[in-house]
């Protein structure tokens, strides 16, 4: 889903401390940010050498979840089966670390051709209950987008294939990868016969890539019972900015989702019978889509920015603190010019400023050929992404009225309806929590340097969710990097990437149980 930003990756196996070092030297020979971590000492010397040692171990069943077809996009009893499968070897799996684990039952979806199928219960596990420790909780998915070898993957997308330390597989970085990897951490303290530096909890739906079906409502229901004694809450779901530099991440854009249906009648019409004696439903949506956004990317609907956050000093340090090396950037996505020429610019206009993008139009002719036809109805969408502090009931209201000023303008005879499909809110943390603070001195311990704090232009609602009912600090914690292709073909994780971010969920326990 994203561009690549950064040089090109060194790519790395999971490393033993001598490798570790030499790692450090030649990405400062490369003009590199990272400076050597300080060697681990004591426990965490210990954690390490474990994971190092067991990396093999890490990766098989990393290949061995991968294996699970867990695709909740297609609604065919067969996947439906697959994500189940996965749902119960996830649960085995804490179980045999421990954990007591509860499964939610969510009932059966149905859909409109009268099919019915389960819908996947949700983990909820928990492994440990001293309240003289903090409680972490970690928020993953197992299920999948769907994949096809035919659709240009170099291997079965089922099966994972190492290749020069990358690990290609359908879901090895979104998601089943960051939750072995929070899995990894867990099971080396248990190996170690140590124990847990924190409390740990598990929320693991298998529906997150079909819209979370009924989590929220789980949430709510589990809000003064399974989340009463969570103090924080992680979630690894997101990438990295860079192919090498880790990052945090602290905000999402919201998107309110608008669809513009303009109608003459049912049926189309024939240009040459009818054109030049009616008001056209396509020339009037065009001129209503026209009106949303000029040609420097700036919104023209009024008071549309009225309400986003001022920038502050302290932020447009974090954008100069980011690595994102453009020209790398531009020649990648294989855009001619962007709108924005510093990368500051671009961060925020990515990140913290709102954007309106058109998607499509519905009802028109877009086969090949040359079809002479009016349409008689079409259906324009487009979508805002939101960003702090714009509230989606107040941009459905803008977007509607600017609309139909527009409409009355054209004096047209035709109907227009405006509707707003989605509307979720942006979502922003304070980055002078514990867990952030704690985060930082584990990256800086794991990979010597400070992370690139950095927001997702995208939406995760579940993030904001988790914020809004359980009033809990929220933080994103990636381990993939920028190139890894979620969604895509060949999705991969580095191995470096699986095996360190294990380390990193390691060294964040510790991290947080000092600062708690």
Same mark, same amino acid.
């Given at each position: 889903?994203?561009?690549?930003?950064?040089?090109?990756?060194?790519?790395?196996?999971?490393?033993?401390?001598?490798?570790?070092?030499?790692?450090?030297?030649?990405?400062?020979?490369?003009?590199?940010?990272?400076?050597?971590?300080?060697?681990?000492?004591?426990?965490?010397?210990?954690?390490?050498?474990?994971?190092?040692?067991?990396?093999?171990?890490?990766?098989?069943?990393?290949?061995?979840?991968?294996?699970?077809?867990?695709?909740?996009?297609?609604?065919?009893?067969?996947?439906?089966?697959?994500?189940?499968?996965?749902?119960?070897?996830?649960?085995?799996?804490?179980?045999?670390?421990?954990?007591?684990?509860?499964?939610?039952?969510?009932?059966?979806?149905?859909?409109?051709?009268?099919?019915?199928?389960?819908?996947?219960?949700?983990?909820?596990?928990?492994?440990?209950?001293?309240?003289?420790?903090?409680?972490?909780?970690?928020?993953?998915?197992?299920?999948?987008?769907?994949?096809?070898?035919?659709?240009?993957?170099?291997?079965?997308?089922?099966?994972?294939?190492?290749?020069?330390?990358?690990?290609?597989?359908?879901?090895?970085?979104?998601?089943?990868?960051?939750?072995?990897?929070?899995?990894?951490?867990?099971?080396?303290?248990?190996?170690?016969?140590?124990?847990?530096?924190?409390?740990?909890?598990?929320?693991?739906?298998?529906?997150?890539?079909?819209?979370?079906?009924?989590?929220?409502?789980?949430?709510?229901?589990?809000?003064?019972?399974?989340?009463?004694?969570?103090?924080?809450?992680?979630?690894?779901?997101?990438?990295?900015?860079?192919?090498?530099?880790?990052?945090?991440?602290?905000?999402?854009?919201?998107?309110?989702?608008?669809?513009?249906?303009?109608?003459?009648?049912?049926?189309?019409?024939?240009?040459?019978?009818?054109?030049?004696?009616?008001?056209?439903?396509?020339?009037?949506?065009?001129?209503?889509?026209?009106?949303?956004?000029?040609?420097?990317?700036?919104?023209?609907? $009024?008071?549309?920015?009225?309400?986003?956050?001022?920038?502050?000093?302290?932020?447009?340090?974090?954008?100069?603190?980011?690595?994102?090396?453009?020209?790398?950037?531009?020649?990648?996505?294989?855009?001619?010019?962007?709108?924005?020429?510093?990368?500051?610019?671009?961060?925020?206009?990515?990140?913290?400023?709102?954007?309106?993008?058109?998607?499509?139009?519905?009802?028109?002719?877009?086969?090949?050929?040359?079809?002479?036809?009016?349409?008689?109805?079409?259906?324009?969408?487009?979508?805002?992404?939101?960003?702090?502090?714009?509230?989606?009931?107040?941009?459905?209201?803008?977007?509607?009225?600017?609309?139909?000023?527009?409409?009355?303008?054209?004096?047209?005879?035709?109907?227009?309806?405006?509707?707003?499909?989605?509307?979720?809110?942006?979502?922003?943390?304070?980055?002078?929590?514990?867990?952030?603070?704690?985060?930082?001195?584990?990256?800086?311990?794991?990979?010597?340097?400070?992370?690139?704090?950095?927001?997702?232009?995208?939406?995760?609602?579940?993030?904001?969710?988790?914020?809004?009912?359980?009033?809990?600090?929220?933080?994103?914690? $990636?381990?993939?990097?920028?190139?890894?292709?979620?969604?895509?073909?060949?999705?991969?994780?580095?191995?470096?990437?699986?095996?360190?971010?294990?380390?990193?969920?390691?060294?964040?326990?510790?991290?947080?149980?000092?600062?708690?």
């Amino acid at each position: 889903m994203r561009a690549c930003f950064s040089p090109r990756l060194l790519s790395c196996p999971g490393l033993c401390p001598q490798a570790s070092s030499v790692l450090a030297l030649l990405l400062l020979l490369e003009g590199g940010m990272f400076s050597s971590p300080a060697p681990p000492s004591g426990l965490l010397e210990k954690v390490f050498q474990h994971i190092d040692l067991h990396q093999d171990e890490f990766v098989q069943t990393l290949k061995e979840w991968v294996a699970v077809e867990s695709d909740s996009v297609q609604p065919v009893p067969r996947l439906r089966q697959e994500i189940l499968k996965m749902m119960d070897m996830a649960a085995d799996k804490l179980q045999r670390l421990g954990a007591s684990v509860d499964f939610v039952d969510m009932g059966t979806q149905q859909f409109p051709d009268d099919q019915s199928l389960p819908i996947p219960p949700i983990i909820l596990a928990e492994l440990g209950n001293d309240p003289k420790k903090p409680t972490v909780c970690f928020y993953g998915h197992l299920d999948v987008q769907p994949a096809n070898k035919e659709d240009g993957w170099l291997s079965d997308p089922y099966t994972l294939t190492e290749v020069d330390g990358k690990l290609y597989g359908r879901g090895a970085t979104d998601n089943k990868g960051p939750v072995l990897a929070w899995i990894n951490a867990v099971s080396t303290f248990r190996a170690l016969e140590q124990d847990l530096p924190v409390n740990v909890k598990f929320i693991i739906e298998g529906m997150e890539e079909a819209g979370s079906v009924a989590l929220e409502e789980v949430v709510r229901r589990e809000k003064h019972r399974f989340f009463s004694s969570v103090d924080y809450i992680v979630i690894s779901d997101n990438l990295w900015i860079s192919r090498k530099k880790p990052a945090l991440t602290y905000g999402t854009r919201g998107n309110s989702y608008f669809t513009v249906e303009v109608k003459c009648r049912d049926q189309d019409f024939h240009s040459g019978t009818f054109g030049g004696i009616l008001n056209e439903p396509m020339a009037d949506l065009v001129a209503l889509l026209g009106s949303l956004v000029d040609s420097s990317g700036h919104i023209l609907i $009024p008071g549309i920015y009225d309400k986003v956050a001022p920038v502050t000093e302290e932020e447009k340090k974090m954008y100069a603190a980011i690595d994102l090396d453009l020209r790398e950037y531009q020649n990648s996505t294989q855009v001619k010019k962007f709108l924005f020429d510093t990368k500051e610019e671009i961060l925020m206009h990515l990140w913290r400023y709102p954007s309106l993008s058109i998607h499509g139009i519905e009802g028109a002719f877009d086969e090949p050929g040359a079809k002479t036809v009016i349409p008689g109805r079409v259906i324009g969408k487009f979508s805002i992404r939101l960003v702090p502090h714009m509230n989606a009931s107040v941009v459905e209201k803008q977007v509607k009225q600017h609309l139909e000023d527009i409409f009355s303008k054209r004096n047209s005879s035709n109907q227009m309806a405006v509707s707003m499909v989605l509307g979720i809110h942006p979502w922003i943390a304070n980055i002078k929590d514990n867990q952030y603070l704690a985060a930082k001195r584990a990256i800086r311990t794991v990979f010597g340097t400070e992370p690139d704090m950095i927001r997702d232009g995208s939406t995760i609602p579940i993030a904001k969710i988790f914020q809004d009912i359980i009033q809990k600090s929220v933080m994103m914690l $990636p381990l993939g990097a920028v190139d890894d292709g979620e969604h895509s073909q060949n999705e991969k994780i580095n191995r470096w990437n699986y095996i360190e971010g294990s380390k990193l969920f390691a060294a964040f326990f510790l991290e947080m149980a000092k600062l708690h």
